[in-house]
């Protein structure tokens, strides 16, 4: 499985757009893109996916590098309740489809 | 609500007792997934049923551990003997059977082992 590198930790102001990298540069070509977030004592929340292109739900957007070796979540417009553990996750479509989290970004979001 | 939900969401055990767990997947979702998540930790993978069917199990579920789905509908694990060790997060997710498979987690169980 493409392993991923996140910051640890980042800040942003609420209302301003919140930019979360990672890195992912041994992804394979059957290999997704997935994004969820974990706020404190909360099961994860899935955000968004892709494989290629560029997409936009009604919680973020994702932005893949054309060569897909990085990556970069959108929060538009952060709000308090945005503060979570953001995880970016190399999804192998085999047989499981199970999720290998890493540590993921701590992202606070400041009043 | 039609989400995942799981029961209890939190238990406090003595060493050496039996616990299980419960989880309900979103309806028509025919993969269950088990996950086990430490403190400060990001969730760890522990086992996956296809309908009643259990595909694959990590290494980090020890023959302590077991977990069915009877019907293909509602799963449950079952930790015997308790450890401190097994203080953790138990998250149950599911997931579709079209597309990408994107899994959908519940709120979890909070094992605490005293």
């Known amino acids: 499985d493409a392993k991923t590198t996140q910051p640890p930790s980042m800040d942003c102001a609420e209302g301003r757009a919140a930019n979360l990298p990672c890195n992912h540069s041994?992804?394979?070509?059957?290999?997704?893109v997935y994004w969820y977030r974990q706020i404190h004592s909360q099961g994860p929340q899935y955000i968004i996916h892709g494989l290629k292109n560029n997409e936009t739900n009604e919680m973020a957007s994702l932005i893949i590098t054309e060569d897909r070796k990085s990556s970069t979540l959108i929060l538009p417009h952060a709000t308090l309740r945005d503060t979570a553990v953001y995880y970016c996750?190399?999804?192998?479509?085999?047989?499981?489809?199970?999720?290998?989290f890493g540590s993921g970004t701590r992202l606070l979001v400041r009043p | 609500d039609t989400g995942v939900s799981q029961d209890p969401r939190h238990k406090i055990t003595k060493r050496g007792q039996n616990v299980t767990f419960r989880c309900d997947p979103i309806?028509?979702?025919?993969?269950l997934y088990w996950y086990r998540q430490t403190l400060g930790q990001g969730p760890e993978f522990l086992t996956y049923f296809q309908n009643e069917a259990q595909l694959e199990k990590s290494r980090l579920l020890s023959d302590r551990f077991s977990a069915e789905r009877p019907k293909g509908s509602f799963s449950t694990l079952e930790i015997q003997r308790t450890e401190q060790g097994d203080s953790a997060m138990y998250l149950c997710a599911s997931s579709d059977p079209t597309g990408t498979k994107t899994q959908y987690f519940g709120p979890g169980t909070r094992l605490l082992v005293l």
């Open positions: 996750i190399v999804m192998r479509m085999d047989s499981s489809y199970k999720l290998i």
């Open positions: 309806s028509e979702h025919n993969r």
């Open positions: 041994t992804i394979s070509g059957n290999e997704y």
